[in-house]
């Protein structure tokens, strides 16, 4: 049951001055000194009873909002058969970030990052014809990743929780209704965390699948990047922005470029050098990139100098999986290779941005040398053209004119429609209403439940400490007695804490004997919204102090005035 009101002295509470030496980003730290979170090892917290109490009000918006959309909640296994994983084939995609382990029958297990594949397994079991669906399936649920680097506390750890739903459908339609519902319910409780956030369409990584947006909280310390139009409605994850360079004519105006010829480069092998030396900005250097599949065949990416190759892109252009291909080019003169003259076998693919583009440079193919006067549409012939870079700022908007603007911030949320792909690969199939065996269609979506508590402390802090939105605040109002050995005091902070319980209303009472200044700086460094301060005059005078955590402002009030006030809080005018 949840605990409305707590008085301090009876409270497992401790907060610190200093800042962890370890801590990385402003969010960490205050997880840390507000005594949310206790660091039990790398990537392992424990959540104290004040974090724990903002988590639990984070998971009951989660859980009104998906129960809204009519989704039904249950909850799969931690741990999990490697049977399954290796059935839809991502025990041995999944690499090192895989929990793995063995029973003392040596079958081999993992401790779930997803729950794919149970889910799926589920469905295979349950779901016989189009008459059991549609049904959207959720659970709150501990996962664990084994992060080659875990950092940012809570932000990238171990072991973390998330909300993960999973739904099944017999057609496109449903499918995309239930996506749209989710949509909206994640657009709902981020809203109601009172959070500034953007909805952007991204890449379905190692989850799969065919379309996914992601939802990022904006934090100037975030991991994640995303782009976004002033000017429209436009936005995207930095990895998958569509963009369009700025013209520049001095690039596209040159009139009957003369034939490419052979300069003697010695010992320059990259563009900064390069350009330099042939006195040419990086925008006119072809630069040549190569890739491989998982089958050993290589592919050769041409981009502008001053671009930097985009994988998530090339991947989904091509349809398949791509690493460099460092160790199988040896023998291309990596630092002096470029399209004209490649070794036939090797298909060329060429970025946009150097379409129409002449007198360019690249690499002549052998040591020592360049080629200049390159004309990008006369002088090779990719096997295709496409957007395989990042944007940079200064690209345009591809939907207006507005320059494109970038932001930090953190993934706390992911939907993707999966399709078929975890369905064909193990037997969840179901019986259309003409009798036909088909895969069931499914879609996917994750929400971090305590990945939304460090995000909002990284979003909402400022100099003092954590500004919690009203939804999610631990407390609403913080009682601070002034000098709490004085009986009067005393007791007249008794009697007001007897009367905001009985209200209804989540009280913190700091009946502690310490320094005002101590509780002052605690009430501010763990966020409480409302300061109720009771001062030595209170028994004369029958007034208090209130001051709010989000912007500072005071007022003295009468204690019935104050209490109303509180009760209304926020909707009423301030004071």
Not at 85 to 101: D, M, T
Not at 220 to 236: F, L, Q
Not at 404 to 424: A, D, N, P, Q
Not at 434 to 446: E, H, T
């Amino acid at each position: 049951m949840e605990q409305k009101v707590v008085k301090l002295t009876d409270y497992f509470f401790s907060t610190y001055k200093e800042e962890p030496g370890n801590a990385d980003i402003p969010g960490y730290a205050l997880s840390i000194r507000a005594g949310l979170i206790k660091k039990t090892a790398a990537g392992i917290y424990t959540f104290m009873p004040l974090g724990l109490k903002v988590l639990g009000k984070i998971e009951k918006i989660i859980r009104e909002e998906m129960d809204s959309t009519g989704a039904l909640e249950i909850l799969m296994p931690a741990l999990q058969p490697a049977d399954l994983w290796i059935q839809s084939g991502r025990w041995q995609q999944y690499g090192p970030e895989l929990f793995r382990l063995k029973d003392r029958n040596d079958r081999q297990f993992c401790l779930g990052p997803t729950h794919e594949e149970i889910i799926t397994n589920i469905a295979h079991q349950n779901i016989k014809s189009y008459k059991d669906m549609p049904l959207n399936l959720y659970q709150i649920q501990v996962k664990f990743r084994d992060e080659i680097r875990p950092r940012y506390g809570i932000l990238r750890a171990r072991e973390f929780i998330m909300k993960d739903a999973y739904s099944f459908t017999a057609n496109e339609k449903d499918l995309d209704s239930i996506y749209e519902s989710m949509y909206k319910c994640y657009s709902n409780i981020i809203e109601r965390l009172g959070l500034k956030y953007f909805a952007v369409e991204a890449d379905t990584g190692l989850i799969g699948g065919k379309y996914s947006h992601e939802f990022i909280i904006l934090a100037k310390n975030g991991e994640d990047e995303i782009v976004y139009c002033p000017g429209c409605s436009y936005s995207a994850n930095y990895e998958m922005a569509d963009f369009r360079s700025k013209e520049d004519v001095s690039l596209t105006e040159e009139k009957d470029t003369p034939d490419y010829s052979e300069v003697s480069t010695p010992g320059i092998t990259d563009i900064k050098s390069l350009s330099t030396f042939l006195s040419l900005p990086e925008e006119r250097i072809i630069k040549t990139l190569f890739l491989k599949d998982c089958e050993k065949n290589i592919y050769a990416f041409l981009v502008s100098g001053h671009r930097e190759l985009n994988i998530a892109k090339v991947q989904k252009f091509l349809g398949k999986n791509l690493e460099m291909a460092d160790d199988e080019v040896s023998n291309l003169n990596i630092g002096y290779a470029g399209p004209a003259g490649l070794d036939s076998r090797i298909l060329i693919y060429a970025d946009n941005d150097l379409k129409h583009k002449s007198g360019m440079a690249a690499g002549a193919n052998r040591p020592g040398f360049h080629l200049i006067n390159i004309d990008c549409t006369r002088d090779f012939k990719p096997h295709a053209w496409g957007d395989f870079v990042y944007p940079q700022k200064g690209d345009i908007c591809p939907n207006c004119e507005h320059e494109l603007i970038f932001e930090k911030g953190i993934e706390i949320g992911h939907i993707f429609k999966l399709g078929t792909k975890y369905s064909e690969k193990m037997n969840a199939m179901f019986l259309d209403s003409d009798g036909k065996l088909k895969p069931v269609i499914m879609g996917c979506y994750g929400i971090g439940v305590s990945r939304i508590l460090a995000a909002v402390i990284e979003q909402l802090n400022d100099s003092r400490g954590i500004v919690w939105p009203l939804s999610i605040a631990p407390f609403l109002v913080n009682i601070i007695a002034i000098n709490i050995e004085d009986d009067d005091v005393k007791s007249a902070s008794d009697m007001i804490y007897d009367k905001l319980l009985k209200s209804g209303i989540e009280v913190m009472y700091d009946n502690r004997n310490v320094r005002a200044g101590v509780k002052f700086k605690d009430s501010d460094l763990i966020g409480i919204p409302i300061k109720l301060i009771v001062g030595k005059n209170f028994p004369e005078n029958k007034t208090v102090e209130l001051e709010l955590r989000k912007d500072g402002y005071k007022k003295t009030l009468d204690l019935d005035s104050a209490i109303r006030f509180i009760a209304e809080y926020p909707s009423g005018s301030h004071f």
